[in-house]
C-alpha cells in the first residue's frame, strides 16, 4: 500500500492534461487485448472482469489517497468517491466469485447486483457536496438550491428517458426473458448514470468556479458518460456483458477518469469567483427542452393514432410534477430575490439619507426635507423653523480623551435631541459637531425648543466613568411671512449666521437671526466672509497684528507672529476663532492665509525699523493647505515680490485639521526648507501636531501648545510632560518656543528647564506694528 501511495503522489504532480491521452491509450490496449488475444467466452469475460477489479481498486486508492491532502470540500467529495468505487471493485470481486463458483450465471443479473448502485449514490452525494461549495451568480440559501439542482437533473434525465423510450422499439427491453426485478435492476444502472451526468452539465453551467473545478467537472462528467454507455449497453444486452468492447471500455475509462478528475488540483485562492452570468438563463431552459421534445414527439404519435403505455403515462405524471415543483422554487426563488433588493434599496437609502455614527438624518435628507417645507410654506402659507447647533470647544474633547470618546459622546448628543424635539420634526447631523433641527410641525415652540435642546446639552455625559460636558451654540431661524423666495441655502446660511453671532456674544447661547437685506449684526457670516477675500481683504477690515517671541535669558524679541485680525464696517469686530472656523468650513482659509503671507512680507521691513534689526516672522498656515498645489510657489513668490529673505520667515503648521496627505505635505515641506523658509510645528501637544509629525515632517521649531506650558496647575506632571518634550527637541536639533506664558512664574519654570524662547501676554498681545516694542519684562531669570 506504501508504494501505490508513492505512485499516486508522484503521479499527482504530473499534468491531467498529460494522463488523459496515456489513460485511453492504456485502455484501448487492455481491450484490444481481451478482443484479440484472449479466447471468446467465458475467459474473455473473467478477463474483461478481472480488468475492471484492478482499474477500481486502483481509482479507489488514488481518490482516497488525494482525499488525505485536502481540507476544504474537494476532501469529501474525494473519499465518497472513493469509496464508492471501492464498493464498485468489491462488486468485481464477487463476479469473479461467481464465475468460477457458477459459470453459466455470470450473464445474468440477480438482485444482489443492487449493490453496483453504492457508486452512483456515493456520486450523487459527492456532487452535492461540490455544487454546495461553488457559488452561483445569484446566490440562494444552500438547501433551496440543491433541491432545485436535483429537481432539474432528474428532470433533464426524465425527459431524455421518455423521449428514447418513445423513440426506441418495445421489443429492445423484451430480449433475454427478464424478469420486473432484473429489468428495474437493469434500467436503474443508467438512469443513475444519466441523472448524475445532469447533475455535472448542469454544475459546469451555472456554478462559477476557475479552470482547475471546471477541468475537474468535465473529468467526472465523461467519467459519469463512461459508465452510463457501459451501463445502456448491457441494458440492451445482457449477454454481452464483459464481450462487447465498448461496454468494457466504457467499465474501465468511468474509474479511470475519477481517478484522474481526483488527481486534478483543486481551486486557486481566488479562482472561484470567475462569474459566467451570461450563461444564467441555461440554468431556466436547459431542463425543459427535453420536456418539450419529448412531448413534441408523444403529440405526434398520439396523434397518428398511438396509444401511450402506462410507463410513458407515469413518465408523463412525474415530468409534470417535477415542473410544478420547478416552478414553485423558482417563485420562491423570484420573492427571496425581490425581498433582497427591497431590502437592499431600502438599506442603501438608509445609508444614503441617515449618518452612520449617530443614525440621525444627514446633510442630503435634511436639504431634501427643508426644499419640501420651503415648497409647501410658498404654496400653503404655515410657519416654519430652523435650529442650527454647534457644539462648543468640541476638539478640545477630541483632544483630552480621544477621537472614540468624541464619537460616543456624539451619540449620546443626538440621543439627547432625539429627546426633547418632537417626533415629528427632523434631527439631523450635518456633520462634525454640528447638528440642525427642522420644525415645520412646531414651529410655534421654536425658542422652547431651542431652550430644551440648550438645557439638555449642558447636563454632564457620563461615559465610561469620565463625566463629560459640553455646551452648544444655537442659531434660530423664523422666516417672516413676507419672505417668500427662500432656499434651503438661504435659510442654512441665515441660522448659521445667528449661531456665529451667538458665539461672539458668548458660547452656550441661542441667537435668533435679525438680519435683513441691508445687513445687520447678526448678518450671513460666511458670505460676508467670502465677499471680504474676495476682493482686497485689508479695504474689508481684514489687518495683520504682531505677537513677540522673546528669549527667556535676556528678553529680546527674536521673532514675531503675524495673526489675522478682522473688524468688520458692518458686523464689527469678529473674533479670529469665529472667523478661522467659517473659513475653514467655507474653503476660504487658504485666502486668508495667503493676505498675511503678503502682508507679513510687506512689513518686514518695518518690522526691522522698529526693532533696529532684521527679525524673523512667523505666518500660519492651515495643516490642510499644505497638501494642496501652490502652497510653496505662493510663498516663494510673496518673498520675492517684497524682497525678504527665505531665512527671515518661519512657515506655522497650525493643528486645526488633520493633514490629509502626509506624504504629500512632507514634499511641500521639503522644497520650503530647500529655499531656506524654516519650519514650525503650532500649538505641539495638543490637536493633532504630535509625535508622529514631529518624526515625519522636517521643521525647524516646535511650538508648545499652553496645555503644556501651564506648570501652575499640577506643577509635576505639566514639568514631566514638558522636560520630556524639551528632551526630545534637544535630541533632534529643534528650537522649541513656548506658547501660553502669562505670568512671571511660568516664565522662570519653562526658562528653569531649558526653554530658550517664550510667547504669551506676559510679553505683549498681539497689537498691529506700530505698537510694537520690546516687552515690559525684559529679563526673566
Partial sequence: ?????????????????????????????????????????????????????????????????????????????????????????????WWLIRAFADPDGLAR????????????????????????????????????DLVILVIDSVLLAGSLIALVWSLVPERVFEQGGRTPTVLALAVAY????????????LMLM?????????RQLRLIAAALAAFGVADTLRLFDLGADGLNPAAAAGALLGPALLALAALAPGAAAGDLNLARRERDWLHLLLPYVPVVATGVVIAVRTGTGGQLTSF???????????????????????????????EGQRRMRHQAYHDPLTGLANRALFRERLDAA?????????????????????????????????????????????????????????????????????????????NRMLAVLREPFPIDGHTIGVGASIGLVLPEPHDRDLTADTLLRRADAAMYAGKRRGKGTMARYSGGADGGPHADLPHQLAQALAGDPSAAGFEVYYQPIV??????????????????????????????????????????????????????????????????????????????????????????RHAVRPSRIVVEITETRRIPDLPRAIEVATRLRAAGVRLALDDFGSGYNALAQLHSLPVDIVKLDATLTDVEVSPERSEALCRSVLAICESLGLTVVAEGIETAPRAHAMASMGCPLGQGYLFGQPVPPHRLGEPAHPLVS
Fill in 1 to 93: 500500500m506504501t508504494g501505490v501511495r508513492l505512485v499516486v503522489m508522484t503521479t499527482a504532480r504530473l499534468s491531467t492534461t498529460r494522463m488523459l491521452p496515456v489513460a485511453v491509450a492504456l485502455i484501448a490496449l487492455i481491450v484490444a487485448a481481451g478482443e484479440f488475444v484472449v479466447p471468446a467466452g467465458d475467459g474473455r469475460r473473467v478477463y474483461h472482469v478481472l480488468m475492471q477489479l484492478i482499474v477500481g481498486v486502483a481509482a479507489a486508492v488514488v481518490c482516497l489517497t488525494m482525499a488525505t491532502r485536502r481540507e476544504d470540500a474537494g476532501r469529501r467529495w474525494r473519499q465518497l468517491v472513493g469509496i464508492g468505487l471501492a464498493g464498485w471493485a468489491a462488486m468485481r470481486l
Fill in 109 to 144: 443479473l440477480r438482485p444482489g447486483d443492487v449493490g453496483f448502485l453504492v457508486l452512483p449514490a456515493l456520486m450523487f452525494a459527492g456532487l452535492l457536496i461540490g455544487a454546495a461549495a461553488l457559488p452561483r451568480p445569484v446566490p440562494l440559501p444552500g438547501r433551496r
Fill in 190 to 201: 443508467p438512469v443513475a448514470d444519466l441523472i448524475l451526468i445532469a447533475m455535472a452539465v
Fill in 206 to 214: 451555472m456554478r462559477q468556479g476557475g479552470g482547475a473545478v471546471r
Fill in 312 to 342: 410513458e403515462a407515469y413518465l408523463g405524471w412525474l415530468g409534470l410534477g417535477l415542473v410544478v415543483a420547478r416552478q414553485m422554487f423558482t417563485i420562491v426563488d423570484n420573492l427571496v430575490l425581490l425581498s433582497r433588493v427591497t
Fill in 374 to 450: 420651503l415648497a409647501a410654506r410658498s404654496a400653503h402659507g404655515g410657519p416654519l423653523a430652523l435650529l442650527f447647533a454647534d457644539l462648543d470647544d468640541f476638539k478640545l474633547i477630541n483632544d483630552s480623551f480621544g477621537h472614540a470618546m468624541g464619537d460616543r459622546l456624539l451619540r449620546a448628543i443626538g440621543e439627547r435631541l432625539l429627546g426633547v424635539v418632537p417626533s415629528g420634526d427632523l434631527v439631523a447631523r450635518l456633520g462634525g459637531d454640528e447638528f440642525a433641527v427642522l420644525l415645520d410641525h412646531r414651529a410655534a415652540d421654536a425658542e422652547l425648543i431651542g
Fill in 551 to 640: 528669549r527667556f535669558t535676556d528678553g529680546v524679541t527674536v521673532a514675531v507672529e503675524a495673526l489675522a485680525r478682522w473688524n468688520d464696517p458692518v458686523a464689527g469686530f469678529v473674533d479670529p476663532d469665529v472667523f478661522v472656523t467659517v473659513a475653514e468650513r467655507t474653503g476660504l482659509v487658504g485666502a486668508i492665509d495667503d493676505f498675511v503671507l503678503d502682508r507679513a512680507c510687506a512689513d518686514a521691513a518695518v518690522l526691522a525699523n522698529i526693532y533696529g534689526r532684521p527679525i524673523d516672522v512667523h505666518v500660519n498656515v492651515s495643516a490642510a493647505r499644505f497638501c494642496q498645489q501652490g502652497l510653496d510657489s505662493a510663498v516663494l513668490a510673496a518673498l520675492d
